[in-house]
């Protein structure tokens, strides 16, 4: 039995000396994964035509399969038990819902007044035209895990509201807007959402019981693979946005009034949102849940609903702008914020496992 004087053993540390890169950029309040974001704008803007839709490489299917990838690992994180949990959270539910077609163009008419002038009459329209369309579902689902929310309700929400945007948003676009909703073919969405989420899903919980300890232990490296896909939305989002010339036409101070408008209303939203989750003693996960998935709006329902509602104005690209820069605004404020409440969430976890048993 050794004495209170014996040497400690030689691998008594269990844990790596911290990267000193690590280190530095956490006390200077900078994160790699926000460099990452940083850099991935900037290529996009330097070689647009790599990652547009006119490229050769076949990002969308890339994209498309990153996503569903990392949906059937998502399923094989959940249990029935735990699914079935998050699609009974019904205030989590009706507050997401609330949020992405109530609040938001509740927010868009109340703003209004400030667009009297007959010039602005068409940025109004526009804008109004993106508070009426449904939450993305690959971005809220993935922000939500990184920062540590209630995946299985970020999953139902992201996914109704998919759906339930196919009727509202032709429907409020028509009451305020006068638009036309008929004939509107969106069979396609419906396919690709069931293709990259509702399929994918199911196929990882069905197999939980025998891969779901597999997907645990390599929770890093999924987490990686998560904001490795955020990456690849950006830097596709950004590029269409630069080759389809979205800001030409605008001054370079109309473009940076517009994108802190847009900036704006995302933090709005976030703020309200957090207010009413917190007014309504949501969990922590729950917060995280309905800030995500009720700040975002979709890009993809959004190019398509342009298309069906406004065929006349929607290639101009003037309809489109407030939309291309909130999408690509949110993604880059929830990235930051998921990653740091992520972080945190790990700080505050690492005592407790670092303990001895």
Known sequence: MPTSNSPAPASAPTTPPPNRTAGLLARIGL??????????????YLAPGIGSDDSPIPWHRITTFGVGLIFFFYGLR???????????????????????FGLFPLLALLARPLF???????LWSSIFFLTTLPSTVSTSVVMVSIAGGNIPAAI???????????????????????????SAHLGGLVTDLLLQVV???????????????FAARHSNALRLSDQFVILLIVYTAFCESFARNVFQGYSALGIIALSLGMAGLFFLVYG???????????????????????????????????NLLFPSTAATGALLLPLMLYHAIQILIASIIARAQGRRVEQATAPTAAQPS
Do not use: Y
């Open 116 to 122: 009297a002038h007959e010039e602005n009459a068409t």
């Open 199 to 213: 399929l994918p899903v199911v196929a990882g919980v069905l197999l939980n019981s025998r891969l779901g300890a």
């Open 31 to 44: 994160d790699p994964f926000l460099l990452a974001l940083a850099g991935t704008v900037g290529l996009a």
């Open 272 to 306: 309200l949102v957090t207010l009413i989750s917190n007014l309504l003693g949501f969990s922590h996960e729950d917060r995280i849940t309905a800030v995500f998935c009720g700040s975002k709006k979709s890009l993809v329902h959004g190019t398509v609903m342009a």
């Open 156 to 182: 139902f929400n992201a996914s109704i509201s998919s759906l339930i945007g196919i009727v509202a948003t032709p429907l409020l676009t028509s009451l305020v807007l006068n638009t036309s909703t008929e």
């Open 78 to 100: 959940l249990s029935m038990d735990k699914l079935r949990a998050g699609m009974r959270n019904w205030r989590l539910h009706v507050l997401v819902q609330f949020t992405t």
